[in-house]
């Protein structure tokens, strides 16, 4: 699931950057999830151990009768769940982009699925162009990927909204469970009421209140189910993934060292560095490049430690080793569009250049996009050399 999260976020044009919390979220969910997919397979295949009169089967008989099970939840459900997590990664990366920009684009339209075997649920919603604002309640209870593999979309607009009849003739399918909820407010990219989850805390198989006086309570007292906030499952997960307490707060001042930075930007032209170094004589700072810097690498220490004491400055020393194309959607992806299969990522770029610099003892690459109208502007900074990497300037 972490891999499907990644990817998914990876795709978007954007990642989360509001809470600095939401990946640490999404991956406390993925565990979670992960966690109970595990049990029912297991019970599932406890409870084929005995045959009929309640003698314990043979080994080979036993391995036989679970044999659906298990291809069943280790292939064709995996693999949706995958897809799906996928997408829904990618629309939570999304949403959080709609909530920081609702003041330039305030309203979300409902866009075509890119399924060519599509089913009939989110149609009307897609032919009628419906279109609301990004509070609007209609966004907690229906949006893209409350379905198994849907391939819909929301895209941020600053069109009229649909009128409210209109809305309230549309049709309103109930989300499959598990779907329900918006991954783009809680980080969960498959929610606890999937089949999976138990209904409620007392057939939780790690809901194990201790001591006489919490059982007896237990017993008399409904627990609420809040399964990714549940002490009793979050002692069963695993803390390999436990972030150490020196990465977590270098990211908290890297954080803070770049809201304080960024608001000695131009909010529209950024900072201008310029220098022969630069292919086009010049290099663009935006507020949106050191957002960018930061959420791709907040795993990586020794960057956090160099955001968290940036400057223009600390911009030295780069070396100009090559470009890149602008690359196209790949197939499969959400927004790929078959008829268009060149329909590029990055529609304001042209293409990227490279730089490599040192931070510390570790060899970086600066991906830098060259823009239609700006120029040459930070994107991002990448820990290895791009494949597609291609010597010389670009004519």
């Given at each position: 699931?972490?891999?499907?999260?990644?990817?998914?976020?990876?795709?978007?044009?954007?990642?989360?950057?509001?809470?600095?919390?939401f990946?640490?979220?999404?991956?406390?969910?993925?565990?979670?999830?992960?966690?109970f997919?595990?049990?029912?397979?297991?019970?599932?295949?406890?409870?084929k151990?005995?045959d009929?009169n309640?003698?314990?089967?043979?080994?080979?008989?036993?391995?036989?009768?679970?044999r659906?099970?298990?291809?069943?939840?280790?292939?064709?459900?995996?693999?949706?769940?995958?897809?799906?997590?996928?997408l829904?990664a990618?629309?939570?990366?999304?949403?959080?982009?709609?909530?920081?920009?609702?003041?330039?684009?305030?309203?979300?339209?409902?866009?075509?699925?890119?399924?060519?075997?599509?089913?009939?649920?989110?149609?009307e919603?897609?032919?009628?162009?419906?279109?609301?604002?990004?509070?609007?309640?209609?966004?907690e209870?229906?949006?893209?990927?409350?379905?198994?593999?849907c391939?819909?979309?929301?895209?941020a607009?600053?069109?009229?909204?649909t009128?409210?009849?209109?809305?309230?003739d549309?049709?309103?399918?109930?989300?499959?469970r598990?779907l329900?909820?918006?991954p783009?407010?809680?980080?969960?990219?498959?929610?606890?009421?999937?089949?999976?989850?138990?209904?409620?805390?007392?057939?939780?198989?790690?809901y194990?209140?201790r001591?006489?006086?919490?059982?007896?309570?237990?017993?008399?007292?409904?627990?609420k189910?809040?399964?990714?906030?549940?002490?009793?499952?979050?002692?069963?997960?695993?803390?390999?993934?436990k972030?150490?307490e020196?990465?977590?707060?270098?990211?908290?001042?890297?954080?803070?060292?770049?809201?304080?930075f960024?608001?000695k930007?131009?909010?529209?032209?950024?900072?201008?560095l310029e220098?022969?170094?630069?292919?086009t004589?010049?290099?663009?700072?935006?507020?949106?490049s050191?957002?960018?810097?930061?959420?791709?690498?907040r795993?990586?220490?020794?960057?956090?430690?160099?955001?968290?004491h940036?400057?223009?400055?600390?911009?030295?020393?780069?070396?100009?080793?090559?470009?890149a194309?602008?690359?196209?959607?790949?197939?499969g992806?959400?927004?790929?569009?078959?008829?268009?299969?060149?329909?590029?990522?990055?529609?304001?770029?042209?293409?990227?250049?490279y730089y490599?610099?040192?931070?510390?003892?570790?060899?970086?690459w600066?991906?830098?996009?060259v823009?239609?109208?700006?120029?040459?502007?930070?994107?991002?900074?990448?820990?290895?050399?791009?494949k597609?990497?291609?010597?010389?300037v670009?004519?």
């Amino acid at each position: 699931m972490n891999e499907a999260a990644a990817e998914g976020l990876a795709r978007g044009e954007y990642q989360p950057r509001h809470n600095d919390r939401f990946l640490d979220a999404m991956r406390h969910g993925n565990e979670v999830f992960a966690a109970f997919k595990v049990h029912a397979m297991g019970k599932a295949m406890a409870d084929k151990l005995r045959d009929s009169n309640g003698n314990i089967k043979p080994f080979e008989q036993w391995s036989n009768d679970v044999r659906t099970i298990a291809s069943h939840h280790t292939g064709a459900w995996l693999r949706t769940e995958y897809n799906t997590a996928v997408l829904r990664a990618h629309a939570a990366a999304d949403w959080q982009e709609f909530i920081e920009n609702k003041d330039i684009f305030p309203n979300l339209r409902w866009m075509p699925t890119t399924s060519p075997d599509a089913e009939a649920s989110h149609r009307e919603y897609w032919e009628k162009k419906l279109t609301l604002p990004v509070e609007h309640p209609f966004w907690e209870k229906h949006h893209p990927q409350d379905r198994w593999n849907c391939k819909c979309m929301l895209e941020a607009t600053d069109d009229p909204a649909t009128p409210a009849n209109v809305v309230e003739d549309m049709p309103t399918p109930q989300p499959q469970r598990g779907l329900d909820n918006n991954p783009g407010k809680d980080g969960h990219l498959i929610n606890d009421t999937h089949p999976y989850f138990p209904e409620k805390c007392a057939q939780c198989p790690y809901y194990k209140p201790r001591g006489v006086k919490n059982r007896m309570r237990a017993m008399f007292v409904a627990h609420k189910k809040d399964c990714f906030n549940c002490e009793y499952v979050n002692e069963k997960l695993p803390d390999s993934n436990k972030q150490p307490e020196a990465l977590r707060e270098a990211q908290v001042q890297a954080s803070i060292h770049i809201k304080e930075f960024k608001v000695k930007l131009d909010a529209y032209k950024g900072a201008k560095l310029e220098g022969e170094e630069y292919t086009t004589g010049s290099l663009t700072i935006l507020r949106r490049s050191l957002t960018d810097v930061y959420e791709h690498n907040r795993e990586d220490s020794t960057l956090m430690e160099w955001l968290k004491h940036f400057e223009l400055d600390s911009i030295k020393g780069w070396k100009y080793e090559g470009y890149a194309e602008n690359r196209p959607y790949p197939p499969g992806h959400p927004k790929f569009d078959p008829n268009n299969p060149g329909k590029k990522k990055h529609q304001e770029t042209l293409y990227f250049t490279y730089y490599s610099l040192n931070i510390g003892d570790k060899e970086y690459w600066a991906n830098v996009k060259v823009h239609k109208d700006y120029g040459e502007v930070l994107y991002t900074i990448e820990s290895t050399k791009p494949k597609d990497l291609k010597r010389g300037v670009r004519q």
